[in-house]
């Protein structure tokens, strides 16, 4: 008995791996800043790891890839946030901003690493047998890790940019722009239907070009 097996479910397997470690880095980054300016919120709740099944979101970390599979979109999704308390912070407003940002950069890190390899595989063992999957692999991963950098560096609630732009503008406006993290998977949904969408694909697909 002959069984088929769809080419785009043995890529979205393939990359599946990829899509949860890039998650936990990310938070994991969060937990260890956090931890490394002093607030061990996140290393009590458990968080302060690697292991992707630690910060699994229901919706984010298994709903919305297998969403993004069966409509044929790009894989995207999220992880469980990393409980912070910026109140244990010697310097809070600067802690806090690294804290934030700490969870993109590991990702753009990510991207960078992933994409030097590909390179390595391309130019030096392009002619091994399933070079030519590892290649997709890890060029979805490049891809998807320059996404969240991107992504996450947005200013909406509960994105990293909102915080980190409260960081750098605290003021009663801000504060009350953040409260709005409550309906913040609307306005991102809005936002990614709208125009402006097009613009973030574009800086994504400028910074992959380039690394």
Same mark, same amino acid.
């Given at each position: 008995?002959?069984?088929?097996?769809?080419?785009?479910?043995?890529?979205?397997?393939?990359?599946?791996?990829?899509?949860?470690?890039?998650?936990?880095?990310?938070?994991? &980054?969060?937990?260890?800043?956090? $931890?490394?300016?002093?607030?061990?919120?996140?290393?009590?709740?458990?968080?302060?790891?690697?292991?992707?099944?630690?910060?699994?979101?229901?919706?984010?970390?298994?709903?919305?890839?297998?969403?993004?599979?069966?409509?044929?979109?790009?894989?995207?999704?999220?992880?469980?946030? /990393?409980?912070?308390?910026?109140?244990?912070?010697?310097?809070?407003?600067?802690?806090?901003? /690294?804290? &934030?940002?700490?969870?993109?950069?590991?990702?753009?890190?990510?991207?960078?690493?992933?994409?030097?390899?590909?390179?390595?595989?391309?130019?030096?063992?392009?002619?091994?047998?399933?070079?030519?999957?590892?290649?997709?692999?890890?060029?979805?991963?490049?891809?998807?890790?320059? $996404?969240?950098?991107?992504?996450?560096?947005?200013?909406?609630?509960?994105?990293?940019?909102?915080?980190?732009?409260?960081?750098? $503008?605290?003021?009663?406006?801000?504060?009350?722009?953040?409260?709005?993290?409550?309906?913040?998977?609307?306005?991102?949904?809005?936002?990614?239907? &709208?125009?402006?969408?097009?613009? /973030?694909?574009?800086?994504?697909? $400028?910074?992959?070009?380039?690394?």
């Amino acid at each position: 008995m002959n069984i088929e097996i769809n080419d785009r479910l043995i890529s979205f397997l393939m990359f599946l791996p990829v899509f949860l470690i890039s998650l936990a880095i990310h938070e994991f &980054s969060h937990a260890y800043a956090a $931890f490394h300016y002093g607030d061990t919120t996140a290393k009590n709740a458990g968080r302060l790891t690697l292991n992707p099944f630690k910060h699994l979101d229901l919706i984010g970390s298994v709903l919305m890839p297998l969403i993004s599979f069966a409509s044929g979109a790009f894989l995207i999704g999220w992880a469980k946030p /990393v409980p912070i308390n910026p109140n244990n912070f010697e310097n809070k407003r600067m802690n806090d901003a /690294v804290v &934030s940002f700490a969870g993109p950069f590991s990702n753009l890190f990510i991207a960078f690493i992933l994409s030097i390899s590909a390179s390595i595989i391309d130019e030096h063992f392009s002619t091994m047998q399933y070079a030519g999957r590892i290649l997709q692999l890890l060029n979805m991963g490049t891809y998807f890790n320059v $996404f969240l950098f991107v992504f996450n560096l947005l200013p909406i609630p509960p994105l990293d940019g909102s915080h980190i732009l409260y960081d750098i $503008f605290p003021n009663r406006l801000m504060a009350r722009y953040l409260s709005f993290s409550a309906y913040g998977f609307i306005i991102l949904i809005l936002f990614i239907y &709208s125009p402006l969408w097009s613009y /973030v694909v574009k800086i994504v697909n $400028f910074i992959y070009n380039v690394i």
